[in-house]
């Protein structure tokens, strides 16, 4: 038990890290939106970097939250969307399963790429939401990052094809009530 309560506390230290390394960072083509909703009505929604965790939260009774992500960027995209419930557990909420792809569809302005996600643990004071996203690199396979423990897959590329190395682009943001959840700073 207490092996597990460390690594939660390591875990959410990483994660927190991650989110205030990346804060800001955006690639053109690609948003995420916080939103909350009321039956089949959108009541409020901002950015997910740049939610105002005051007007959007707490959700009323009868409200619910939903991530909805949009890929017009051209690329396909690495992306992982994790939630911290208020005890500091994780939540692998993209991709679902720890052994699926993060590989996130390309889309384009003309036929984005959309995925929504239902966010029922989201409803608690200390909660939190971190979206991660980078364009993927041309011919390299789905990167496996997330937060459950596992051997990583080094990136496969083509023979013959030289990458120019190049600083990437990164959209980072951390959703969360205006309440501390658990810390591990």
């Known amino acids: 038990a207490a092996r597990r309560h460390l690594e939660m506390l390591a875990r959410l230290k990483w994660l927190n890290q991650l989110g205030t390394i990346a804060r800001d960072s955006q690639f053109?083509?690609?948003?995420?939106?916080?939103e909350v909703w009321s039956g089949e009505r959108l009541l409020r929604s901002d950015s997910a970097q740049q939610v105002d965790a005051k007007q959007l939260l707490p959700l009323r009774a009868g409200e619910r939250a939903?991530?909805?992500v949009r890929?017009?960027?051209?690329?396909?995209?690495?992306?992982?969307v994790v939630g911290i419930d208020p005890q500091g557990g994780t939540r692998q909420v993209y991709p679902e399963d720890p052994g699926e792809t993060n590989r996130f569809k390309r889309g384009t302005r003309e036929a984005p790429a959309v995925k929504r996600f239902e966010l029922p643990w989201f409803n608690a004071e200390g909660s939190r939401l971190l979206v991660l996203a980078t364009p993927a690199a041309p011919y390299s396979a789905p990167r496996l990052f997330g937060t459950g423990a596992g051997d990583a897959t080094p990136e496969v590329r083509v023979r013959g094809a030289l990458q120019p190395d190049s600083e990437r682009q990164t959209f980072a943001a951390m959703v969360h009530w205006p309440g501390e959840g658990p810390s591990a700073k």
């Open 66 to 68: 939903v991530l909805n």
């Open 28 to 34: 053109d083509g690609f948003e995420a939106v916080f």
């Open 71 to 80: 890929n017009t960027s051209g690329r396909s995209v690495d992306l992982v």
